[in-house]
């Protein structure tokens, strides 16, 4: 199955709220984007999933089980952080056979076939890779788990253009081999917005959006004209964002689009555009507060 469901959980770190009251259910064999600015919760939350942190209140599970000291829920989780949690004396190639005594069903030799296409030499120490190829080394040991849950937590930090290519369609590869829960935290949302079922966002250390992508980006849409018209078209309705240009000014509004909204556009010669994933998640997250 792999349901992990969050049940009224806070957070706190003295008197400090780093989370407060949330609730989310992350659905088995779909692939999530947890979405939100610096300091609104989202890696407390991923270390809340996988016990390293604890709750202050509330409760977390996996299939039912509690995460709290609970090996036989936490082994279904593979979580790749952005800190390196490795004896950085040990070679690529020892780090996947020390995970293999944690995961049974790792598989070497996938890891190994990985290594190939992401140009990672096996025998490499951790120490002496650069940003991006430790980067590479996790994301294989990840990928190669074979876990039920997989989580990641920036994970393409340091790869060029190419390589974050490369993981995509790897990442999207072994989803459709072998269906699994998978959660991806990152800051480069356009890039993985069209491989994401379900978006979570955080802000201001609450759940602001859980819904499908196709949903989100149905519900906004962009219209754009000279800024007198868009300033007749606008009113009573719900932009989240203006920009102008000289004369010429576009807003992005939430809300269903209607035959109301297209006749009215029409009249004022005014053009509707789709709205991108990342610019969305700016526009309905720039109030949040930061820690």
């Not at 009224?8 to 989310?24: E, F, M, Q």
Request: glycine share 6%.
């Amino acid at each position: 199955m792999s349901v992990i469901e969050v049940k009224n959980i806070s957070k706190y770190y003295g008197k400090v709220c780093a989370l407060d009251n949330i609730s989310v259910k992350f659905e088995s064999n779909k692939i999530y984007g947890l979405l939100g600015r610096n300091g609104a919760g989202k890696t407390t939350l991923l270390n809340l999933i996988t016990n390293r942190l604890f709750p202050t209140e509330g409760e977390i599970t996996i299939d039912g089980d509690t995460v709290i000291e609970n090996d036989k829920a936490i082994e279904k989780v593979f979580y790749m952080t952005e800190k390196n949690l490795y004896d950085e004396g040990h070679t690529v190639k020892e780090i996947f056979k020390w995970t293999n005594e944690f995961y049974q069903s790792f598989d070497l030799d996938y890891a190994f076939s990985l290594c190939d296409k992401f140009d990672l030499k096996p025998s490499k120490k951790i120490k002496s890779l650069s940003t991006g190829y430790n980067s590479i080394s996790k994301l294989i040991t990840t990928l190669a788990s074979n876990a039920e849950i997989l989580i990641f937590d920036e994970p393409i930090l340091g790869l060029d253009a190419y390589h974050r290519d490369l993981f995509y369609k790897e990442l999207l590869a072994n989803f459709i081999k072998k269906p699994k829960t998978i959660i991806l935290s990152t800051h480069i949302i356009e890039e993985i917005s069209d491989i994401l079922e379900k978006v979570v966002v955080i802000n201001d250390r609450k759940i602001a959006i859980d819904d499908s992508v196709e949903k989100i980006l149905g519900n906004a849409y962009c219209v754009s004209g000279s800024s007198e018209n868009i300033d007749q078209f606008i009113k009573g309705r719900n932009p989240v964002n203006i920009e102008q240009m000289a004369a010429f000014k576009s807003a992005t509004i939430t809300g269903q689009l209607n035959d109301n909204d297209r006749e009215a556009a029409k009249k004022l010669n005014l053009q509707f555009s789709k709205v991108e994933l990342q610019k969305l998640f700016i526009y309905l997250t720039k109030g949040g507060r930061q820690q």
